[in-house]
């Protein structure tokens, strides 16, 4: 069933931040290869399909734009700035998704590239992305504590 509605939505995106459970952490970035943003670090992330879940989405674009997948992810939370994306109203899902050591990866789809950076030598970010990781270094700290 098709509906029209007169008022504005939004679109919805998900991201997916990816860090290792090594004595120096790495985070997985996507160089972004266009425009918002064209040349800036980002986690990968994109729209969600109109037949998926948030958390679908993160996976499915992590894998997408990087080459790696992951099954195990955890949801950090909603970001909903009016201005967080130029293209217009968008709200974004994250999700935190832990692995032991950096797979290979590289740059697929709308990334230009995939790299693994420490998290205390981190580029730029693109959009609210450094907000998104300040809120996801506390779950990542209390999941490897549970985890150890």
């Known amino acids: 069933m098709t509906y029209t509605y007169q008022y504005p939505r939004p679109a919805v995106t998900a991201d997916c931040i990816v860090i290792t459970r090594e004595a120096e952490p790495k985070v997985l970035l996507i160089q972004?290869?266009?425009?918002?943003?064209?040349?800036?670090?980002?986690?990968?992330?994109?729209f969600m399909e109109m037949d998926e879940t948030t958390a679908q989405c993160a996976v499915r674009e992590l894998q997408e734009e990087t080459g790696l997948t992951v099954t195990a992810i955890h949801q950090i939370g909603a970001y909903s700035k009016v201005d967080r994306d130029p293209r217009g109203r968008t709200v974004t899902v994250a999700y935190?998704?832990?692995?032991?050591?950096?797979?290979?990866?590289s740059g697929?789809?709308?990334?230009?590239?995939?790299?693994?950076?420490?998290?205390?030598?981190?580029?730029?970010?693109?959009?609210?992305h450094a907000d998104i990781l300040r809120d996801a270094i506390p779950v990542f700290k209390t999941i490897t504590t549970d985890t150890i």
């Open 32 to 46: 972004r290869g266009r425009e918002p943003f064209k040349g800036y670090w980002a986690f990968p992330g994109g």
């Open 96 to 105: 935190l998704a832990l692995i032991d050591t950096p797979f290979a990866v």
């Open 108 to 128: 697929h789809d709308d990334a230009a590239k995939a790299e693994w950076f420490p998290l205390s030598e981190l580029p730029p970010l693109a959009f609210d």
